[in-house]
């Protein structure tokens, strides 16, 4: 980590003489990670791309993007380090709906096997590339013996693991992350299939990471915010002003 805070470009703070303009931050302190904005306005705050509600593309984009940072942060929030698959045998399952079931299903049968205490857990599903139908991803975050898995299951095949493949000292926090960038694949896929209007994936309720919102006059007082919050330095910063044609609001992120 840096001894001091990383250079954060605002290049946006001189339209701060507006008393009711300034930067908000949301962190997300289970989660280790942050992002925030410029709002020019406290009376409206835009927080989605501009222009992405008449280009269906660009809001197909954006809507992944949400969907990708959440499921991250609720990954990271309840350390999900281990990564399952659900296959059905035979022809297959091809309706979302009857999906959702057997999914909701295979969840309540696990959490009985193991004493019936509340579980964290998030599930994404995919299509087959043939015409077998859709499989699960899921990912939890401790030991489960896998003929729990197998019983609670019961059609077909399963398979989990906890990520290894990192490097040397890395702790739960990372093996959390890559958990949720495997997971996140498989959400961004889901934004070019239809889906009948259900959600992309699911996550057990309960577990949603605490949020605390930010404010001040400057990224950099944010950052400062966030520092004394967690400790620490953060690892990473990514800033809209580096990015080449961005088209929403100032804004920074920090893990």
């Not at 490097?167 to 889901?190: D, F």
């Amino acid at each position: 980590m840096s001894a001091a805070p990383p250079h954060i470009p605002c290049p946006s703070l001189r339209r701060l003489a507006r008393p009711d303009a300034g930067w908000s931050l949301s962190l997300y302190p289970q989660a280790g990670e942050g992002g925030g904005s410029f709002t020019a306005s406290g009376r409206r705050h835009y927080s989605g791309i501009r222009g992405a509600a008449s280009d269906p593309e660009r809001a197909r984009v954006e809507a992944g993007r949400r969907a990708r940072s959440k499921l991250r942060r609720y990954c990271a929030s309840n350390r999900l380090n281990r990564l399952g698959t659900l296959t059905y045998r035979g022809q297959g399952c091809h309706d979302p709906g009857e999906l959702r079931l057997h999914v909701a299903s295979f969840f309540k049968a696990l959490r009985a096997s193991l004493g019936g205490r509340p579980l964290p857990y998030v599930w994404v599903p995919e299509w087959h590339k043939t015409d077998h139908g859709m499989h699960v991803h899921f990912a939890v975050g401790r030991y489960i013996r896998r003929s729990l898995i197998e019983a609670a299951w019961g059609r077909g095949f399963v398979s989990i693991k906890q990520l290894g493949d990192l490097p040397a000292g890395a702790t739960s926090w990372h093996e959390t992350r890559a958990a949720a960038g495997y997971l996140a694949k498989y959400v961004s896929k889901t934004f070019d299939e239809d889906w009948g209007g259900l959600h992309r994936d699911e996550v057990a309720q309960g577990f949603q990471p605490q949020r605390l919102r930010l404010a001040g006059v400057s990224a950099r007082e944010l950052l400062a915010q966030a520092v004394d919050i967690m400790g620490s330095q953060p690892e990473r910063s990514w800033s809209s002003a580096d990015q080449d044609g961005w088209q929403g609001p100032p804004a920074v992120w920090f893990a």
